[in-house]
């Protein structure tokens, strides 16, 4: 498959601090990716400058073999989808309402169908008139999610397999809305959709993602698929605890952190 | 994939948006309520002219009529009643929609042209133009005086309107607690600059800049309302044009962008439609404050808060609110006149004080 996005030693400085430094990162269609690391890894800087939001300092993102920034806001809107961490609305728009945003320029009508498939899958069929303030964190980042699909769908209808970026998607869902997101975005990779998420939960990031890209203090720590990468020395480098890696019985890795107390004492 | 397959089954009244009132029947009852304020509006005032004679005094049956109460009619309904009514509505609707778009701009329902400074700075302006023009140093331009006063006005209200969004946007970001201070600050700076206008003016450039402060319609004359009309029409045609942008907007700056919205060009356009509405009305009727505020929030209410109806919606009621509040304004205290600013404000504060209480329960400044 080809690469939908291709950055090339991406650096970011804001001031005299170095935020990201020398990462090259290459997603094929159909392909998942998760981007793991510790707080301040520069993870989120990484995700908007995939996104267009952030220009580099230096080095380059080509989507879908042209410069990121020749597109215009509504062409990069039709190849990527941005689902951000908080998203934060005052007025009383209501969950189809926002979810119907997603869908550009498109009426309600034409965009319907759209919309209340998003709704269905994200399991908020029965929220659609609700406003989005009155709604949990959980249910309006699931609202946000929808809205992102109908982003999505729309513009791969039209230009083809296209990039979906989640930065920490699963931050205030409960543990089944969790895996439903998962699947919901494993789902768009089987299509041809290219999936990058940042994801704290380090099981949950494994499970998703058949390939992890580990970031530490704004440097390329790893990247490989993830029983190479989620090894005891690797989480003892970078998160600085000492983990127990077991295997499922499917193959695919659990971590199983211990405390701290055995880093330090060596047990 | 799952998508598409549930759609068509549900109930069509169910549809995206259309828990919402229909855009056409907003508009419709809007305009009815519009024409009937305006009849009240021609009616009474100082020299009233009763229901029965208005068909005769509008000229419905011919100009000619030989009845000298007829006659008197209609000089005062066309040369001062109609025009005046016709600049209050568009002063009315300008305000409102500048208030429309500034909260859509700064994601805020508290945003009001006149609260935060804008309405000021473009009266300081205004002022600073009279003072000018009348000086030794500004006589050459004397006779464009009344071209002036709109253009000052509007480059005032777009200074402050930018040093604004300058002052409290950071990062993609507004605070909301940095913006409203700011508009305090950029308030008092103008009204500081008013106040040693008003120290070196003269009797007669007191009372004209006088007129800026309290906000009053009876200025009004078909010059001014012909003035008005444009920037009406070419708002409302903008508005349309921006009223997608704006509702990405309230995701905020970086997830308006990710939607596809030219965030840095719809900031632009809004801010120079905020300055140009609010500008223009504010060189015709002064500084009227809370119209802006008061009037979105009460349709958001009712319609909803997608712009695509809001903003023409905010045209119509807040010339409806307008219209009545300066008929009031015009009767209650007949001859006299009671400063429209005087009205609006007592409506609208209290309605200002409603939003921040049930604010305070949603979220901290």
Known sequence: MSAVIKAQALSKRAGSATLLDGVSLTVAAGEIVAIVGPNGAGKSTLLRLLSGDLRPSEGEVRLKQRDIRSYKPRELAARRAMLSQHVNVTFPF?????????????????AGALVDAALHEVGLDQFRERQLPTL??????????ARVLVQLACGEAAHGPGLLLLDEPTSSLDLRHQIDLVEAARRRAAG????IAILHDLNLAIRFADRLVVLNKGKLAADGPRTEVVTRETIRDIFEIDAVVHQADDGVPYVLPQSMRAVETGI | MSVAIEAEARDPRRRTGAGRRPTSLVIAVLLIALAAIATVALAVGAAGIPPSRLPAALGFFGKTTADAMAARDQLVLWSIRIPRIAATAMVGGLLAAAGAIMQGLFRNPLADPALVGVSSGGAFAAASAIVFTDSRFGETLRFLQT???PLAAFAGSLATTALLYGISSRAGRTSIAIFLLAGVAIT???NAGIGLLVFIADDRQLRDITFWLLGSMSGATWTKAAMLAPILIVGLAACTFIARGLDLLVLGEADAFHGGVDVERLKRISIVMVSALTGVAVSISGVIGFVGIVVPHLLRLVIGPAHRLLLPASVLLGAILMVGADTLARTIVAPAEMPIGILT???GAPVFLAILLRQRGLASL
Not at chain 1, 95 to 110: F, Q, T
Not at chain 1, 136 to 145: A, D
Request: charged share 20%; proline share 0%.
């Open chain 2, 188 to 190: 008092a700076i103008a």
């Open chain 2, 345 to 347: 404000a007592a409506v």
């Open chain 1, 136 to 145: 949990s964190g959980g249910e309006q980042q699931r609202t946000h999610f």
């Open chain 2, 147 to 149: 071209e002036l006063l």
């Open chain 1, 192 to 195: 041809g959709t290219a999936v």
């Open chain 1, 94 to 110: 209501t969950v189809a309402e926002i979810v119907l945003m997603g869908a550009g320029d498109r009426s309600a009508r034409e």
